[in-house]
């Protein structure tokens, strides 16, 4: 058994929370028991995932997408429901969004190049002054090659838009929703693996004869919570489960 406040700080400094802008209140954001002995991960703050949870004996539940962003303005409808839940219950709950996109680490990113067995170059893709994408080199291979790869590692069913070359060597990754940075992928990669396909994303990948392999939003960003696990397993004996609730986006 640890203290609620060991493990969250643990995360903190090693999730480097702090550093980032993010419409996402990072850290903990519903405090429930002050002892922990049973951590769950997921990737959102819904119900469905807080009675698995629940179900599960979980004390702390640590989330990709929280319940907070940008403040919480009325606690009424379905936020009311879903705090009443965790109070009651004396469930904590713990949000890392950016901070686990962006790790160089567990990051959902890295860990993505890391399964496609990639060589991580750099970062990129900027936002609100720290790059989140990471980009690198893989083993050459084409288009079709590459997202029956993408659907393999990831247990995912991806969709492409294959606008470039066929012939795949530099690949640049942002989990969940990444056609933000079509443009500047395409000037330091022959392929985006991202998460959702937006609509937008047809007609700039199409004008920049550029790749676009999108995975899907919630199977890119298992992978970071799945990294921290073992990472918190290593640091405290805990027992961890991973909540698997998802969404076909």
Not at 50 to 61: I, S, T
Request: hydrophobic share 40%.
């Amino acid at each position: 058994m640890y203290y609620l406040y060991e493990i969250t700080d643990f995360l903190d400094e090693y999730l480097q929370i702090n550093k980032f802008r993010d419409l996402s209140s990072n850290g903990l954001q519903i405090e429930g028991k002050g002892s922990v002995e049973t951590v769950g991960f997921t990737v959102d703050a819904c119900m469905e995932s807080f009675l698995k949870a629940k179900e599960l004996g979980v004390d702390l539940l640590i989330v990709h997408h929280g319940l907070i962003w940008g403040g919480l303005k009325f606690l009424k409808g379905i936020a009311r429901k879903r705090i009443k839940f965790l109070l009651e219950n004396e469930i904590s709950l713990y949000t890392a969004h950016l901070p686990l996109d962006a790790h160089d680490e567990v990051g959902n990113n890295i860990q993505i190049m890391k399964l496609l067995s990639g060589s991580s170059e750099g970062f990129f893709a900027e936002h609100e002054g720290i790059k989140i994408g990471v980009f690198g080199e893989i083993e050459k291979m084409e288009v079709s090659e590459l997202k029956k790869r993408v659907d393999s590692v990831l247990n995912t069913t991806s969709r492409v838009l294959n606008f470039g070359r066929n012939e795949i060597e530099k690949i640049s990754i942002i989990s969940g929703s990444g056609s933000f940075a079509i443009e500047e992928a395409s000037q330091i990669s022959d392929c985006l693996i991202t998460g959702e396909y937006r609509h937008e994303a047809y007609h700039v990948a199409k004008e920049l004869e550029f790749n676009v392999i999108f995975a899907g939003h919630y199977e890119t960003e298992t992978v970071g919570l799945k990294a921290l696990m073992e990472k918190l397993n290593e640091r405290f004996d805990v027992r961890t489960i991973f909540i698997d609730v998802p969404t076909n986006f």
